[in-house]
């Protein structure tokens, strides 16, 4: 059976799934989006994702055009018809369908649609050696223009950082902010952890990520990191941090819905560490595993 898509309150075969090229979401990048996984059928962190989504439509003024208990049906509907246990979960609201010109009153009624299919970010083999990063010439969008907090249609900001990286042999990009401190990556959050202390327990380490309001998305893959490093009682902060700080690290890795975690172990040419993914980052990425078992909400086939 083919994928089945959900548009507007209907499910289409993907070879079927189609969108007017009259909606301001292709015309101009108008509307916003969320990346949802589910892992054996459980939605992780569905509210907060939920959550998000309507945030960024408010900051946009688009109106939702359904409640937040339809739209956690129609996605819930969308998996069980596809039978699919676990996912990569887009959701997708734009403008509309609307005239030329950009003004989006020229939209009467939002599009809504759903995708529920797989995604790999990167190849698995990086998952256990680590990736290599380098910082590209296009800075992040600056967050008095499109605030990157907005999960925004308009990507070309990252998708420029992508195709840089790509022109320099890497997978992916670490993006600075207009000031030149380290901002995030292309689709994910970064962290660092440096060792503080004398000893080898968790506590003698500090898990670092820069300040979202520096321009990053408030990922929510993030602040369950955040959240696992509590539980393990290693101590984390928001700070601004340049990529002076990011050589020196003891271990990197990026976080994100689509990418989950990710080692890094080379940034501009400099070794990371030890040069291969790194104890605490294993320790943080075993918690966030039994997380995505726990916490969303929960379906059947
Ligand atoms: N930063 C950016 C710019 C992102 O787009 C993240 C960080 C991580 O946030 P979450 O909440 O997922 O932990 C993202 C995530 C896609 C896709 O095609 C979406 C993202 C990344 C890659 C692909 O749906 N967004």
Same mark, same amino acid.
């Given at each position: 059976?083919?994928?089945?898509?959900?548009?507007?309150?209907?499910?289409?075969?993907?070879?079927?799934?189609?969108?007017?090229?009259?909606?301001?979401?292709?015309?101009?990048?108008?509307?916003?989006?969320?990346?949802?996984?589910?892992?054996?059928?459980?939605?992780?962190?569905?509210?907060?994702?939920?959550?998000?989504?309507?945030?960024?439509?408010?900051?946009?003024?688009?109106?939702?055009?359904?409640?937040? /208990?339809?739209?956690?049906?129609?996605? &819930?509907?969308?998996?069980? %018809?596809?039978?699919? !246990?676990? *996912?990569?979960? @887009?959701?997708?609201?734009?403008?509309?369908?609307?005239?030329?010109?950009?003004?989006?009153?020229?939209?009467?009624?939002?599009?809504?649609?759903?995708?529920?299919?797989?995604?790999?970010?990167?190849?698995?083999?990086?998952?256990?050696?680590?990736?290599?990063?380098?910082?590209?010439?296009?800075?992040?969008?600056?967050?008095?223009?499109?605030?990157?907090?907005?999960?925004?249609?308009?990507?070309?900001?990252?998708?420029?950082?992508?195709?840089?990286?790509?022109?320099?042999?890497?997978?992916?990009?670490?993006?600075?902010?207009?000031?030149?401190?380290?901002?995030?990556?292309?689709?994910?959050?970064?962290?660092?952890?440096?060792?503080?202390?004398?000893?080898?327990?968790?506590?003698?380490?500090?898990?670092?990520?820069?300040?979202?309001?520096?321009?990053?998305? /408030?990922?929510?893959?993030?602040?369950? &990191?955040?959240?696992?490093? %509590?539980?393990?009682? !290693?101590? *984390?902060?928001? @700070?601004?941090?340049?990529?002076?700080?990011?050589?020196?690290?003891?271990?990197?890795?990026?976080?994100?819905?689509?990418?989950?975690?990710?080692?890094?172990?080379?940034?501009?040419?400099?070794?990371?560490?030890?040069?291969?993914?790194?104890?605490?980052?294993?320790?943080?990425?075993?918690?966030?595993?039994?997380?995505?078992?726990?916490?969303?909400?929960?379906?059947?086939?």
């Amino acid at each position: 059976m083919e994928l089945q898509i959900y548009i507007d309150g209907k499910w289409y075969p993907k070879s079927e799934a189609k969108i007017s090229v009259f909606d301001h979401g292709l015309l101009y990048g108008d509307g916003v989006f969320e990346g949802i996984r589910s892992y054996r059928g459980l939605v992780f962190k569905f509210k907060e994702h939920l959550d998000r989504l309507w945030e960024s439509a408010h900051t946009i003024m688009l109106e939702i055009p359904m409640t937040r /208990k339809e739209m956690e049906d129609a996605v &819930i509907e969308t998996l069980r %018809r596809n039978k699919i !246990l676990d *996912s990569y979960i @887009r959701l997708v609201v734009t403008r509309g369908i609307g005239d030329l010109g950009l003004s989006p009153w020229l939209c009467k009624k939002p599009t809504v649609f759903i995708i529920t299919d797989k995604i790999a970010l990167y190849p698995k083999e990086l998952y256990q050696k680590g990736l290599e990063v380098i910082t590209v010439p296009t800075v992040r969008n600056l967050p008095e223009a499109v605030n990157p907090s907005i999960k925004s249609l308009n990507y070309l900001n990252n998708i420029m950082a992508k195709i840089e990286a790509k022109n320099g042999g890497c997978m992916e990009a670490l993006m600075l902010n207009h000031q030149g401190y380290v901002a995030e990556c292309t689709g994910d959050n970064v962290f660092m952890i440096k060792k503080t202390g004398k000893g080898t327990a968790v506590r003698d380490f500090l898990l670092l990520t820069p300040p979202a309001y520096l321009g990053a998305l /408030k990922g929510i893959t993030r602040s369950a &990191i955040l959240e696992v490093a %509590r539980k393990l009682r !290693l101590p *984390s902060e928001e @700070r601004i941090l340049t990529r002076h700080d990011f050589f020196n690290a003891d271990e990197v890795f990026l976080t994100g819905t689509a990418a989950e975690v990710i080692p890094v172990v080379k940034i501009d040419g400099r070794k990371i560490g030890e040069g291969k993914p790194g104890r605490i980052t294993r320790l943080l990425l075993k918690g966030f595993h039994e997380l995505t078992r726990r916490d969303g909400v929960r379906y059947t086939l």
